[in-house]
Nanobody
Framework: QAQLVESGGGSVQPGDSLKLSCAAS????????MGWFRQAPGKEREFVAT????????SYADSVKGRFTISRDYAKNTVYLQMNSLKPEDTAIYYC?????????????????WGQGTQVTVSS
């Protein structure tokens, strides 16, 4: 059974950095779009970043553009999210996601696989 497991969350101060990892198991997602979503307390889950299965093209939410970088290691079946210059408004549970299949782009309506989430708290 396919599984996504996130790690790397924690509590940091504004301006600090964190790197999240998402290790996939049970199947190879190399040809699938993968990405990250987040959900802050009292808010809906929102898109953060995605990386394509073919060519590695990336896309970011405007709120994180220039501060966050998504990458993937095909050999390790792992996706990363490097988060720099963190702000209190980045506080949320961060979820790794993979698309339903290799033929669709990743968006909230096409997620086929979710991780369990990892908490990121940014506070002084």
């Amino acid at each position: 059974q396919a599984q996504l497991v996130e790690s790397g969350g924690g509590s940091v101060q504004p301006g600090d950095s964190l790197k999240l990892s998402c290790a996939a198991s049970g199947r190879t997602f190399s040809s699938y779009d993968m990405g990250w979503f987040r959900q802050a307390p009292g808010k809906e889950r929102e898109f953060v970043a995605t990386i394509s299965g073919s060519g590695g093209g990336t896309s970011y939410a405007d709120s994180v553009k220039g501060r966050f970088t998504i990458s993937r290691d095909y050999a390790k079946n792992t996706v990363y999210l490097q988060m720099n210059s963190l702000k209190p408004e980045d506080t949320a549970i961060y979820y790794c996601a993979a698309a339903l299949n290799s033929r669709v782009s990743l968006r909230s309506s096409t997620v086929g696989y979710w991780g369990q989430g990892t908490q990121v708290t940014v506070s002084s």
